[in-house]
């Protein structure tokens, strides 16, 4: 996810400003350190939607989550940052500068989002831990502080702290086109003067002022005056109004703004977009939308490359493998039924992925999907939940594994099980791929609809689920109304758009090139591998396999719920490792099974044939309950891991459970009531 901020209407000249030093070290000294031990180490701090995580990707070349709610950032991130300067700016009289000589490696590490140093959530205090909870000599050398020149004196609250503190550290000035277009401009040296540190002007968006800051960095790294001290008191309100006192000063001495800040463009869409009755409204259609258009758009690219992989590519490794002599062997069994048949199934979705990645990527980084939190503030609440609780439950729709880990910016410990347990319930990507092949095999140009429709039911589940648990093992839970900063609308750049897909297109691929293709492997050894005597490994029916029989024995389970054929429960079982691979197994079943009547047909039309025969001629509803199944129960072992790490083996254990019950009495619900329709 990708931090706001808001683009320039003109190019920014972006500048330097700082207190000068007295004395200037040799250019080498420092020069050509790798980011070994001793290298020097520089850590980000700031708070969310300042651009912090933007920044380290521009440095470091690092692909770290970016996006504009607390929370994104969990862990600590490292990376390198490769700084340069030229030889002419060498100031040593006693040696030619080598320009190949004049690289520092510097360690850089990317703090947990923080307003400030006084932690209300774990990732708070992880940032505080690293900052002041260590000895001295393992501090950082220097703390870059972003700060959001729209709102500076926001911003200035941790600076403040860090002062106090004594921590040599650098100002980076972000957002500075924001503050602009609301009429305030900053003095960058009179904000350094009375900061008592560098500040440097930057917009990491599009990588400007990153020469500025390196330059910056280099000159005050492990030499750098820390600011004045503010004066020692022991009374906490006497600290805070010299904190406030200090702020208010500094904003008065540095920046100017009309007397009457004027209404912004956002402040004039929020009215709508966040509006009690309308904005929910209108949240639902921007993700109809989103969802309609991805069907409507990849339909076409996904039936290109399903038809090479069936036809080309299983053509060309079978005549390959002629070839070599391994034809009729298990070994092309493995390659052509198995890795063809069931990965190159699922790279058919890499075009409707990279879509609605890149759809997500642009209402993020314009700023839209940060008010689905103000949106849905109420209705959290409702299920004893903070505002801000919505946050990982956004970023499980992409995945939920890091959703789960995002659950550490909530102070409470019920709150992050409460809310640990409801994440698997959002409708992560993965399920995505198997809910437009039903789309599209049952309900045709309407596949946007019911796709969208498994969203709307993932939200619904999430909240009746919450009320549950609320009122059964929560009952005294409450919580606090929601505080967010809300970036400012923006135009979305393309470089960040392209980089947020690609990184998120990635992860899916290195899913299908990892876990897939070693559940794949497993599938197609489970589906040649005999139970009957007399048959050969490899050759025997798929329904005689050791595969085909376990399906069997629970096969019966799901006649209520109208999809009680092997073919299709199967999948489900397989679909515990990774939601993906439902379909994997899908295709590597239909593959090898033996056609009924002579001619293979699409893998759309054997599973329709399937659940057409399954549900006693009501298909729709069959499907309808297997999608409702595929969302609610247990996402993947990936999940299952993080939930172990985050809220221990019990809770875990109980969330299966009730994921698995949950899953089984929708099902069984959808069927029968739908049925009684179609």
Request: glycine share 8%; hydrophobic share 50%; net charge negative.
């Amino acid at each position: 996810m990708t931090f706001t901020e808001q683009s320039a209407a003109r190019p920014l000249d972006l500048v330097v400003a700082g207190p000068t030093l007295s004395v200037k070290a040799c250019c080498h000294s420092g020069g050509g350190v790798g980011a070994g031990p001793d290298a020097p180490v520089v850590a980000l701090v700031g708070a969310p939607n300042t651009g912090k995580s933007t920044l380290f990707n521009a440095l470091t070349g690092s692909r770290v989550t970016m996006g504009n709610w607390p929370g994104t950032t969990v862990e600590v991130s490292r990376g390198i940052w490769k700084t340069t300067r030229d030889a002419a700016s060498c100031t040593c009289d006693e040696c030619d500068c080598d320009p190949s000589e004049q690289r520092l490696d510097i360690t850089l590490i990317d703090l947990p989002g923080a307003y400030s140093l006084d932690p209300h959530s774990p990732d708070e205090a992880l940032t505080r831990e690293l900052l002041l909870g260590v000895p001295d000599d393992e501090r950082p050398d220097l703390c870059v502080v972003a700060c959001d020149a729209s709102r500076l004196a926001n911003s200035l609250y941790l600076v403040a702290q860090l002062r106090e503190r004594g921590l040599p550290m650098l100002v980076a000035l972000t957002m500075l086109d924001v503050a602009a277009k609301n009429g305030i401009t900053v003095d960058l040296a009179a904000l350094s003067t009375a900061l008592g540190c560098p500040v440097v002007g930057i917009d990491p968006r599009r990588r400007a002022g990153l020469e500025a800051l390196a330059a910056e960095v280099r000159e005050h790294i492990g030499r750098a005056p820390a600011p004045r001290p503010a004066p020692a008191t022991a009374d906490p309100l006497e600290l805070d109004d010299d904190r406030f006192g200090w702020i208010a000063e500094a904003v008065r001495t540095s920046t100017s703004s009309p007397a009457e800040q004027p209404r912004t463009f956002s402040d004039r869409v929020d009215r709508w977009v966040t509006a009690p009755v309308l904005g929910p409204v209108i949240f639902l259609a921007v993700m109809w939308l989103v969802f309609q258009v991805t069907t409507a758009v990849a339909a076409p690219l996904q039936g290109f490359l399903d038809d090479a992989f069936a036809g080309p590519v299983s053509d060309g490794a079978t005549v390959l493998l002629g070839r070599l002599g391994l034809a009729g062997t298990w070994v092309e069994g493995l390659v052509v039924s198995g890795l063809i048949a069931g990965v190159g199934m699922l790279l058919t979705f890499v075009p409707l992925m990279t879509l609605m990645f890149m759809l997500l990527a642009l209402l993020e980084d314009s700023g839209y999907l940060a008010r689905a939190a103000v949106v849905t503030d109420r209705l959290m609440r409702s299920i004893g939940l903070p505002g801000r609780a919505f946050l990982p439950l956004i970023v499980g729709f992409g995945c939920n594994v890091p959703a789960i880990s995002a659950t550490r910016i909530l102070p409470s410990s019920r709150q992050r099980i409460l809310t640990a347990l409801l994440v698997p319930f959002t409708s992560c990507t993965a399920r995505l791929t198997v809910f437009v092949m039903l789309g599209s095999v049952f309900f045709g140009p309407y596949a946007g609809t019911a796709v969208f429709a498994m969203y709307v039911v993932s939200i619904h589940l999430v909240v009746l689920a919450g009320l549950v648990l609320r009122r059964t093992l929560w009952r005294t839970m409450g919580a606090e109304p929601l505080i967010i900063d809300l970036p400012a609308y923006q135009v979305p750049t393309v470089r960040l758009t392209a980089s947020v897909t690609w990184v998120r297109l990635q992860g899916f691929l290195k899913t299908a090139s990892g876990i897939i293709v070693a559940t794949v492997c497993a599938v197609w050894l489970l589906q040649s591998i005999p139970t009957t005597p007399g048959q050969a490994f490899g050759e025997v029916p798929v329904a005689d396999s050791a595969y085909g029989v376990a399906a069997q024995a629970i096969t019966p389970v799901f006649a209520p719920a109208g999809f009680a054929k092997w073919e299709t429960t199967s999948a489900l079982v397989v679909g515990f490792v990774a939601k993906e691979a439902v379909i994997s197994a899908w295709a590597q079943t239909y593959a090898i099974d033996e056609p009924v009547d002579g001619t293979p047909g699409t893998l759309g039309e054997r599973v329709r044939a399937d659940f057409e025969e399954s549900s006693g001629g009501h298909p729709i509803p069959a499907a309808l309950a297997f999608m409702v199944f595929l969302l609610a129960y247990t996402p993947c072992v990936a999940t299952l891991a993080a939930q172990w790490r985050e809220i221990g083996p019990r809770w875990t254990l109980f969330g299966v459970g009730m994921q698995l019950v949950t899953a089984w009495v929708l099902a069984v619900a959808v069927f029968q009531i739908g049925r009684l329709f179609w």
